[in-house]
T-cell receptor, first 115, second 113 residues
Framework: DAGVIQSPRHEVTEMGQEVTLRCKPISGHDYLFWYRQTMMRGLELLIYFNNNVPIDDSGMPEDRFSAKMPNASFSTLKIQPSEPRDSAVYFC?????????????FGNGTRLTVT | SQKIEQNSEALNIQEGKTATLTCNYTNYSPAYLQWYRQDPGRGPVFLLLIRENEKEKRKERLKVTFDTTLKQSLFHITASQPADSATYLCALETTDSWGKLQFGAGTQVVVTP
């Protein structure tokens, strides 16, 4: 199993541009999570899906952020327009089942820099 | 609001010794607690899970304890090795926020030969 795959690994963009981050979860995992990690705030949950349906997006910081999961093997996180304060490492994770007794499998993240 | 605290200072330890990390939480009624390891430039990797009705869990050189009265979990690495150097994060899911895992800021461990 290749694990959770994220692309790109690094993204540098200018303020105001649209950014799209991509994630392929582990096959058979029903839950997909998007987290953001910064030095100041640590790992923050942005949104999670169950069977491709968004369940909780209360962590999405603003309307500039949107996430989709068109099928079981693909999800995107979009920021439009991007701002310097969005600079962070964005992680996608998947789990077999939901709940705190189901470990998360993380990708290696996308490091986003907005100048 | 819910809060998870881990020692922000790096833990420097000599090879062969036991490293002990602390995870304290407030305003929680945790059903589960998980520990992850994160290496630079990589995503967190799951290590151990302990349930609220369990006192202790072991996996090879790792041991986790869970004291719901003290609202604290301890994470031990016995016979530490330089390869254990990483940041270790605890994560909690509460009984009233099913599906949402909240992470502590992590503690960096540096094991020197």
């Amino acid at each position: 199993d290749a694990g959770v795959i994220q692309s790109p690994r690094h993204e540098v963009t200018e303020m105001g541009q649209e950014v799209t981050l991509r994630c392929k979860p582990i096959s058979g995992h029903d839950y997909l999570f998007w987290y953001r990690q910064t030095m100041m705030r640590g790992l923050e949950l942005l949104i999670y899906f169950n069977n491709n349906v968004p369940i909780d997006d209360s962590g999405m910081p603003e309307d500039r952020f949107s996430a989709k999961m068109p099928n079981a093997s693909f999800s995107t996180l979009k920021i439009q327009p991007s701002e310097p304060r969005d600079s962070a490492v964005y992680f996608c994770a998947s789990s077999l089942e939901g709940g705190g007794d189901s470990p998360l499998h993380f990708g290696n993240g996308t490091r986003l820099t907005v100048t | 609001s819910q809060k998870i605290e881990q020692n922000s200072e790096a833990l420097n330890i000599q090879e062969g010794k036991t490293a002990t990390l602390t995870c304290n939480y407030t305003n929680y009624s945790p059903a589960y607690l998980q520990w992850y390891r994160q290496d630079p430039g990589r995503g967190p990797v799951f290590l151990l899970l302990i349930r609220e009705n369990e006192k202790e869990k072991r996996k090879e050189r790792l041991k986790v304890t869970f004291d719901t009265t003290l609202k604290q979990s301890l994470f031990h690495i016995t016979a530490s090795q330089p390869a254990d150097s990483a940041t270790y994060l605890c994560a909690l899911e509460t009984t009233d926020s099913w599906g949402k895992l909240q992470f502590g800021a992590g503690t960096q461990v540096v094991v020197t030969p």
